[in-house]
């Protein structure tokens, strides 16, 4: 069976290239070169390789919030399951001065890290649209090209860098603006 | 005991409301049929099915009552596909889903009103059950993405049959990459045939994709294909909104994906391995995609080995089909390059007239396999850099 390939010669991959370059500004790339990169390509799945890569998911998010730290921009907090299978902790954003904080939870998918974590908000679930079932947070179209082109060198600390804070910026002031949600004194600031 | 009384006819008369609404509710219930008959009565449901084979366009449409179908993710596209094949008499139905019925559902087929808040797999096996009892239906609610499901779904997939062995086939009808890739990851290993199915995030476009472990490209072997959908992306606002959905565009994709198990089930036509859908312009792209030999999935090189092992079979027919040119009109600027001539490393993210690859990826090394990690024993253990991460 003989087989046809066909090209256009109107969109070349170079276009994509060129988007991507756009895409990540110069804070983000900033932020996201200072973080360390990972080198185990494994899943939760593969048994001790898993443990080696967890090690460096630890070691790479680790230097990324004491980073957050010294440029006074400490953000989140996670931690995991003793597998590392589902990660939880708290995510905060100010504005106005006031800080607004989150529950945050996700499973490490079966396909990771070939595939990014799904990071949720699951207490914003229902009240943006920018979100899918579960409080999952709506990313943009570049982050999965991004994440693709950078496997296994990406992991959570980055998942959170590209996906979580960038969103966290655009969609809360927005929601906070329409009065979704509101302060809520804590009494622990 | 006036008010004794005065409840006790009070109770009476609710007893005959009920009794009223129950009777309603009651839908007349059609009984199991045993077999396939192609009598044409009006009681017969599957008289018009097996005209298909008086007709000599299926050889033995009875076959499809021996076969199991495993639909995972029952939204848009899956439900509808399961109908499909309800109505078709398919043996068995294999449901997987773990989204309950919302009232954001209902600008989409088959899930009704008055069943938001069930699970989707309950809700759609009682509506599948009620139009064909003779389709038996297994449901799985669970997300098939996690460590703790992805095994039990490996297992489901490869012991549900009717026969209790794998199934005949798997349709992924799941909205998101990560299942899409776990089904990949499932279907390499167990060496299961399964069809891919989407519609983009803008609703105006969609595709189906066979894929044969080995034989055709697997989901993995690529970034994922688009279908161009023709739309200035600075017109198009995506703020505000993860996704949009169309009831036609869904019932469409789920005609193709379920006509193309049929085809394949019931060995009539040819079953295309990629069919995509362009709303916009109403084009249907097709081709076939060879697997990647450096693919990122163990599992996919190794079926591939396999089946460059097996002797083949090339029809005749086949050959006739492929010589002539899949598109006569160049709208889109196309160089056609004879697969005969010697393999040109592929960068374009264009794989053919209007379908193009998501994004492109950085060249990888020829063989990704054994990358032997250090381990590191002289660094803090697991256990520290825990509480390392806890303290900060
Ligand atoms: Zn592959």
């Given at each position: 069976m003989r087989q046809m390939r066909l090209f256009s010669s109107r969109d070349s991959g170079l276009v994509s290239e060129l988007r991507l370059v756009i895409m990540v500004d110069e804070s983000t790339r900033k932020t996201l070169s200072s973080i360390p990169l990972l080198s185990t390509k494994a899943g939760p799945r593969d048994k001790e390789l898993w443990v080696n890569r967890l090690k460096e998911e630890y070691q790479a998010l680790i230097k990324y919030v004491q980073n957050n730290k010294g440029s006074d921009n400490d953000w989140f907090r996670l931690e995991s399951n003793k597998e590392g299978t589902r990660w939880f902790g708290k995510c905060w954003y100010m504005h106005n001065l006031l800080k607004y904080e989150f529950d945050v939870e996700f499973d490490i998918p079966v396909t990771y890290p070939t595939t990014a974590p799904e990071i949720a908000l699951p207490e914003l679930d229902g009240k943006t649209a920018k979100m899918y079932r579960g409080g999952k947070i709506c990313l943009t179209d570049h982050f999965k090209p991004l994440w693709a082109r950078n496997v296994p060198k990406f992991g959570i600390a980055h998942a959170m860098a590209l996906g979580l804070g960038p969103w966290l910026a655009v969609e809360i002031p927005d929601l906070i603006e329409k009065g979704v949600i509101s302060y809520k004194d804590r009494g622990d600031e | 005991m006036d008010t004794t009384e005065k409840l006790k006819s009070r109770i009476a008369e609710l007893e005959i409301e009920l009794a009223n609404e129950k009777s309603k509710n009651a839908a007349p219930v059609r009984q199991k049929i045993a077999q396939m008959s192609s009598e044409v009565v009006d009681s017969n449901p599957y008289s018009r099915l097996m005209a298909l084979k008086r007709m000599g366009i299926v050889d033995n449409y009875e076959k499809i009552r021996e076969l199991t179908v495993a639909v995972v993710g029952v939204g848009g596209v899956g439900s509808v596909t399961a109908e499909m094949l309800t109505r078709c008499g398919i043996g068995k139905l294999v449901l997987f889903d773990y989204d309950k019925v919302e009232l954001a559902n209902m600008n989409r087929l088959f899930f009704q009103p008055h069943q938001a808040g069930l699970s989707k797999v309950d809700a759609a096996a009682k509506t599948l059950q009620a139009i064909n009892p003779d389709v038996e239906i297994e449901t799985h609610n669970y997300n098939i993405t996690t460590v703790d499901n992805f095994q039990h779904f490996m297992d489901t997939i490869s012991k549900s049959s009717l026969k209790k062995g794998a199934v005949d086939l798997v349709l992924s009808c799941v909205d998101n990459f990560e299942a899409r890739m776990a089904i990949n990851t499932a279907c390499n290993e167990l060496n299961q045939k399964w069809f891919e199915s989407g519609v983009s995030e803008n609703a105006v476009s969609g595709h189906i994709q066979f894929i044969v472990p080995g034989e055709s490209a697997c989901f993995g072997c690529a970034p994922p294909l688009v279908v161009a959908a023709n739309i200035d992306e600075k017109t198009l606002k995506r703020d505000g909104v993860c996704a949009a959905s169309l009831p036609t565009t869904m019932g469409i994709v789920a005609g193709f994906l379920v006509q193309n198990t049929l085809k394949y089930l019931l060995n009539f036509g040819d079953t295309s391995f990629y069919l995509g859908y362009n709303a916009m312009l109403d084009f249907f792209p097709t081709m076939t995609l060879r697997p990647n030999p450096n693919c990122d999935d163990r599992y996919c090189r190794q079926r591939q080995q396999e089946?460059?092992?097996?002797?083949?079979?090339?029809?005749?027919?086949?050959?006739?089909?492929?010589?002539?040119?899949?598109?006569?009109?160049?709208?889109?600027?196309?160089?056609?390059?004879?697969?005969?001539?010697?393999?040109?490393?592929?960068?374009?993210?264009?794989?053919?007239?209007?379908?193009?690859?998501?994004?492109?990826?950085?060249?990888?090394?020829?063989?990704?396999?054994?990358?032997i990690v250090s381990t590191e024993t002289s660094g803090p253990s697991l256990e520290e850099l825990m509480a390392q991460m806890k303290s900060i």
């Open positions: - | 089946y460059q092992a097996k002797p083949k079979d090339i029809t005749v027919a086949k050959e006739e089909i492929d010589d002539t040119p899949l598109h006569e009109d160049n709208e889109w600027g196309i160089s056609l390059i004879d697969e005969t001539v010697p393999d040109i490393e592929d960068t374009s993210a264009t794989v053919s007239s209007g379908v193009r690859q998501a994004y492109t990826l950085p060249a990888r090394p020829a063989d990704p396999e054994p990358e």
